[in-house]
């Protein structure tokens, strides 16, 4: 197939183009070359590169950022995948698109399905929620992934941000009363590959296995770096100053996604040592 990749430099994007590369002809546009808070852009960009498949990995993901430049933030992740699909709708191309665990507010007490009610506490889950539903009225032919606590080789990301602050501080503050599912982006990457392999449809939530507060991920981060010299020190949120609310328990079920493919992700501790690894870290 014929894939072309949205947002390609980024974490997310970078990772599906080496693993969707490995089997099809891929394809990579990014902010230099697409606006797609633009939909003549969109539509010219996307004709052009005449794929057999569009995966947007391009998004507005500053949480607290989103807080403050609603227009920029909406633009990007909620008109931008209306323009998007629009353009795939009109050459019949399947859509792959990323949403997120914070359309959820949290007060569920269990793992998240696919169908169960979106009640976003932030900007950036608003956002994320509106482009969900823009794809759902306007694609014919779509993919939509859940997933949570994203981090990867690029970018901004809490496995990044707890790595540099340990280099200079000797004790971190890290909220533990927030629980989700860390993902590394090779391994969202690989399962991605898989439902568009199968031709699958539909909405999934795919995450790494298992589930942790942000507090004992740092725990990890720094054990498997060899810096667990450094303190960490948990707190509760509303110790912390965040712009934008976080849901205390964001945990997605990712049965459905087993249920389909017959694959399971790693656990989440496993993916993150592959990540320190590929970083030039080893464990202690």
Avoid at 207 to 233: D, P
């Amino acid at each position: 197939m014929r894939i072309l990749i949205l947002g390609h430099k980024g974490m997310l994007g970078s990772d599906l183009m080496a693993v969707l590369g490995a089997g099809h002809e891929v394809l990579g546009r990014d902010i230099e070359d697409i606006d797609i808070a633009d939909e003549a852009s969109c539509r010219r960009v996307i004709i052009k590169a005449a794929p057999d498949v569009v995966v947007n990995a391009a998004a507005y993901t500053n949480v607290n950022g989103c807080e403050d430049d609603w227009e920029r933030c909406f633009a990007v992740n909620a008109i931008g995948v209306k323009n998007i699909a629009r353009a795939c709708r009109k050459g019949s191309l399947k859509l792959i698109h990323f949403s997120s665990d914070y359309v959820f507010d949290g007060s569920k007490g269990a793992a998240y399905v696919e169908d169960d009610p979106c009640r976003p506490l932030n900007a950036y889950g608003r956002s994320k929620l509106a482009g969900e539903r823009f794809l759902m009225e306007t694609a014919d032919n779509f993919i939509l992934v859940r997933t949570a606590w994203l981090y990867g080789l690029r970018g901004k990301n809490f496995v990044a941000t707890i790595l540099e602050k340990a280099r200079t501080e000797k004790t971190l503050s890290v909220v533990d009363d927030q629980v989700g599912c860390p993902t590394y982006s090779r391994d969202l990457a690989q399962a991605v590959h898989l439902l568009i392999e199968g031709n699958h449809r539909g909405i999934f939530h795919i995450t790494n296995r298992g589930h942790c507060s942000w507090y004992q991920f740092a725990l990890k981060i720094l054990q498997y770096a060899g810096m667990g010299e450094v303190a960490v020190m948990p707190v509760r949120s509303d110790q912390t100053v965040q712009v934008a609310l976080r849901p205390p328990y964001s945990v997605l079920s990712c049965r459905k996604y087993l249920e389909a493919t017959g694959r399971t992700t790693r656990f989440w501790q496993i993916a993150l040592l592959d990540c320190l690894d590929r970083m030039g870290y080893r464990r202690s």
